[in-house]
């Protein structure tokens, strides 16, 4: 065999595998859909306008609100890993999830610097498609704005984690203030938590990231530290202090299933959540092997939240789910008070 045809014969494998493996990056591996009994007949139960319902005076802190987990994580690099949803921003906000999980970075791919979404290390896109640009900043606030002139009573709790070297924090944040500033009509940037009716046909914006500028827009600053850890601990959330408010949260993101469960459970029952006191509980999990798979872990917790016996007319605050549906948003924001 000739080297000439030995080397095109490598190549074209070379070529097989990549395009398996970037196939595999992008596509779903699990169909599975809860199946759950619920009212629908009831007006607040669509999951497009459902805080319309709801009375203007009641803090955001106080209502129990769906939300996802990595919410950009659609169509990402490495999906077996790094993929945590099968729907994307305009989906979820019509499905019902009012808390939005953005992890951005810098795009130098551009003649001008922009925002892009990520997950790690691994890049969002805006589609299936191979090759397909990756999803920035004013794709997703595009969604968000135009859910909000479509639903002038609802609100959307958007919180940006800057996933990037450290520097380019200082140019993110100023591209993030820019685009703040330019849809400011849009905004609640304010550092208290706002109650339903200040709110309303505008994002409430969170951020989780030092202020590198000294002087750039925050928001509702929820910083906290890596919940990590693979073994349980006693105590699975921990209780943050800021000037104007406090933050409970519990993101064991490496717990198996069972551990996982029992810490989200253990949240719902004993923490607080009233006007100066957020309860953020996440359900999503990348497991506590050596390669995680969100969707693996999703599918049973999903489940098992389905069939958790809520208590009406209590503050949970907001549970951030991987991979939730229209159905899964309703069994949570069903628990407030219409």
Not at 196 to 214: C, H, I, N, S
Not at 286 to 305: Q, V, W
Request: aromatic share 12%.
């Amino acid at each position: 065999m000739s080297k000439g045809r030995f080397f095109r014969i490598v190549c074209g494998v070379m070529i097989l595998i990549i395009s398996v493996i970037l196939i595999q990056v992008f596509v779903s591996d699990d169909d599975t859909v809860v199946d759950v009994d619920l009212d629908l007949t009831a007006e607040y139960a669509d999951s497009s306008n459902w805080m319309g319902f709801l009375p203007d005076d009641v803090y955001l802190s106080e209502i129990t609100i769906p939300g996802t987990h990595d919410s950009a994580a659609r169509y990402v690099m490495l999906g077996y890993v790094m993929r945590c949803q099968d729907t994307d921003i305009s989906e979820q906000l019509e499905n019902g999830y009012r808390y939005l999980d953005l992890r951005i970075a810098l795009d130098k791919g551009q003649k001008d610097h922009r925002i892009k979404l990520v997950h790690n290390f691994a890049n969002c896109h805006e589609s299936g498609r191979l090759f397909s640009d990756y999803l920035s900043l004013s794709d997703v606030t595009g969604e968000i704005y135009r859910f909000l002139e479509a639903h002038r009573d609802e609100t959307v709790i958007v919180n940006f984690k800057i996933e990037d070297d450290e520097a380019n924090v200082k140019e993110i944040q100023k591209l993030l203030n820019n685009e703040l500033k330019d849809n400011e009509d849009y905004w609640y940037t304010d550092e208290y938590i706002p109650t339903l009716g200040e709110v309303r046909g505008r994002a409430v914006l969170a951020t989780r990231f030092e202020d590198k500028l000294g002087n750039g827009i925050m928001g509702l600053n929820m910083s906290w530290s890596e919940q990590d850890n693979k073994t349980p601990v006693d105590i699975p959330y921990e209780l943050y202090v800021s000037d104007d408010f406090r933050y409970w949260v519990q993101d064991r993101y490496k717990y198996s299933v069972e551990n996982k469960y029992e810490a989200v459970v253990d949240g719902l029952e004993n923490c607080e959540a009233d006007e100066n006191t957020w309860f953020l509980n996440f359900v999503s999990t990348s497991g506590d092997g050596k390669i995680g798979h969100p969707r693996g872990y999703a599918t049973n917790l999903n489940d098992l939240l389905m069939e958790y016996s809520f208590k009406d007319d209590t503050s949970y605050g907001v549970i951030i789910v991987d991979f939730g549906n229209a159905n899964l948003a309703k069994k949570i924001y069903y628990t407030n008070s219409f």
